[in-house]
């Protein structure tokens, strides 16, 4: 089946640092990416949509400022955690939809923020 | 997307079948029942979808009420490897655009 890799898998960075994380669609080609987040025991929040060529489409609550999403190639999508704090500390998963009706998931990066 | 229902948890026990149960009763005609899991650490992970006629496929069996209020997950013989959250959702078809409830905490016990 289709493979969504994430990278890296786990990343402990500084308050006030940045932090890239990448989500490639290894045998097709994605369009759209979506982004979510969980936190401890909680279950999945989607942040937002990742359009290729175009801005991402933000939910609501969530800073467009602080999280960062690009979408340059039909493979790719990055999400920039921006002046991480400890409050960002989640577990973050992006996703891919294929031409079927199932969407991918990547392993996830667990971000810890000290 | 419909809002579901799911029990918090459920148990089972090894090589026993475990049915999920899903209750979507807002759902609409032309949404789909999604299910996914996730196992403990991981992304989650397609399990099984349908719309309106129980479905088959190598991971487990979608049992869908003639009504379409409620659903249910099979997994024919669970096993160890089958712990993990398993999410029902009622959605269009905007597929990868999924709003993911609580779900169900499966235990399997050797």
């Known amino acids: 089946g289709a493979v969504v890799s994430q990278h890296p898998s786990w990343v402990i960075c500084k308050s006030g640092t940045s932090v890239k994380i990448e989500c490639r669609s290894l045998d097709f080609q994605a369009t759209t990416m979506f982004w979510y987040r969980q936190f401890p025991k909680q279950s999945l929040m989607l942040m937002a949509t990742s359009n290729e060529g175009s801005k991402a489409t933000y939910e609501q609550g969530v800073e467009k400022d602080k999280f960062l999403i690009n979408h340059a190639s039909l493979t790719l999508s990055t999400l920039t955690v921006t002046s991480a704090h400890p409050e960002d500390s989640s577990f973050y998963i992006c996703s891919a939809p294929t031409t079927g009706t199932e969407a991918f998931f990547g392993q996830g990066t667990r971000l810890t923020v000290v | 997307d419909a809002k579901t229902t799911q029990p918090n948890s459920m148990e089972s026990n090894e090589e026993e079948p475990v049915h999920l149960p899903c209750n979507h009763s807002t759902i609409s005609g032309t949404d789909y029942i999604h299910w996914y899991r996730q196992l403990p650490s991981q992304g989650p992970e397609y399990v099984i979808h349908?719309?309106?006629s129980n479905v088959n496929n190598r991971m487990a069996s979608l049992a869908i009420a003639e009504d379409r209020k409620s659903s249910t997950l099979i997994l024919h013989r669970a096993t160890l490897r089958d712990a993990a959250v398993y999410y029902c959702?009622?959605?269009?078809?905007?597929?990868?655009?999924?709003?993911f409830g609580q779900g169900t905490i499966l235990t399997v016990h050797p």
């Open positions: 959702m009622a959605g269009g078809t905007s597929y990868g655009k999924l709003t």
């Open positions: 349908g719309l309106t």
